[in-house]
């Protein structure tokens, strides 16, 4: 006999069997993830670090040498480490849904699956940052912010950009009074331009 709550019965069983799931999957994901998160910029707000916190994946089954590819820096503003890429798409969604750019899409198939410029190996595109906001891990990294600091040094402060007349909503990340970073943190129904995010690392040079 379950408990009843909320005039609903509750299911042990089936939230078990849920949890096994996700861990499940976080032990697919990290198959070959390089796991370099006391130097990785996601390191703190990483969307995967918190799944495998919260499910109990910190074992890995897997004994096999992981693949490794090189980082590669597509243009001053987005750099992009395929070990850690998770291939949510979530990268080529924005690029395409939100911002209608195009820029990026899927090369290869099955587990040598990557994300991909539309130049080859580099990016012709506005430079918005939109990805790398919305990349749940560390394998978009930004040109202006990458390994300057750790999230929990910061303060966040939302505010307003002031570069141009579009009045875009940014969320600042200081440290020690400097701005190291603009994105849309906690805004995240918004679209921070990239006039506001040069516009605040005009403000750190
Ligand atoms: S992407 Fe997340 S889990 Fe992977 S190395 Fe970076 S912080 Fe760690
Ligand atoms: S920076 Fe903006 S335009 Fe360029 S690839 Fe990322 S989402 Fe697309
Ligand atoms: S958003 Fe990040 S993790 Fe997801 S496919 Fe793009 S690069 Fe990979």
New binding site residues.
């Given amino acids: 006999m379950h408990a009843r709550r909320n005039g609903r019965h509750d299911r042990p069983h089936r939230y078990a069997a849920n949890s096994r799931c996700a861990q499940g999957n976080a032990r697919i994901l990290l198959t070959n993830?390089?796991?370099?998160?006391p130097v990785?910029?996601?390191?703190?707000e990483?969307?995967?670090?918190d799944m495998?916190f919260r499910y109990g994946a910190e074992t890995s089954r897997f004994i096999e040498e992981k693949l490794h590819v090189p980082e590669e820096k597509w243009s001053e503003a987005v750099y992009y480490d395929a070990p850690?890429c998770i291939l949510c798409f979530r990268c080529v969604r924005v690029c395409d849904e939100g911002m209608g750019v195009k820029a990026l899409g899927v090369g290869q198939r099955g587990v040598n699956s990557v994300i991909i410029p539309n130049l080859e190996n580099r990016l012709n595109c506005v430079e918005c940052g939109m990805c790398i906001d919305i990349c749940p891990?560390?394998?978009l990294t930004s040109g202006t912010y990458r390994y300057k600091t750790r999230p929990w040094e910061m303060i966040y402060e939302p505010t307003t950009c002031a570069h141009c007349s579009n009045g875009c909503k940014v969320t600042l990340s200081i440290r020690n009074n400097e701005i190291l970073r603009a994105n849309n943190a906690t805004f995240p129904e918004s679209m921070a331009t990239s006039s506001a995010r040069r516009a605040a690392s005009a403000m750190t040079s």
């Fill in positions: 993830h390089p796991l370099d998160c990785c910029d996601k390191g703190g990483c969307e995967l670090q495998v850690r891990v560390g394998a």
